[in-house]
């Protein structure tokens, strides 16, 4: 019942920012808590940041964590990850999530998934 379609990624110089948007259809967007997580080819899928649909709890990473800020806009049925003093071991593809209500840190707990956008930093 959610789509999802990211977009913003592309090529930056370590140091710089990127902000990430994921743009969900379907009803109920208010009640779903989003994740972004992103893949090296390669390697596991790992998470990255998540919302829950309340707004008031976020949970990031530690490699991330205080570089990356996730937020979200219900009204435009929109979550975005703001990414700044990006590094070159961020590089990835990013993919936005959902899961009823409670955010989670395990890829496999959100049933929903975008189509995934390249973030690629040069050093």
């Not at 700044?84 to 990013?94: G, I, Q, R």
């Not at 936005?96 to 040069?122: K, M, N």
Request: aromatic content about 14%.
């Amino acid at each position: 019942q959610v789509q999802l379609v990211e977009s913003g990624g592309g090529l930056v110089q370590a140091g710089g920012s990127l902000r990430l948007s994921c743009v969900a259809s379907g009803r109920a967007f208010s009640s779903y808590a989003m994740g972004w997580i992103r893949q090296v080819p390669g390697k596991e899928r790992e998470f990255v940041a998540a919302i829950r649909a309340s707004a008031n709890s976020t949970y990031y990473t530690n490699s991330v964590k205080g570089r990356f800020t996730i937020s979200r806009d219900n009204a435009k049925n929109t979550v975005y990850l703001l990414m700044n003093s990006l590094k070159p071991e961020d590089t990835a593809v990013y993919y936005c999530a959902a899961r009823y209500y409670s955010a989670s840190y395990y890829p496999h707990e959100y049933p929903y998934w975008g189509q995934g956008t390249q973030v690629t930093v040069s050093s």
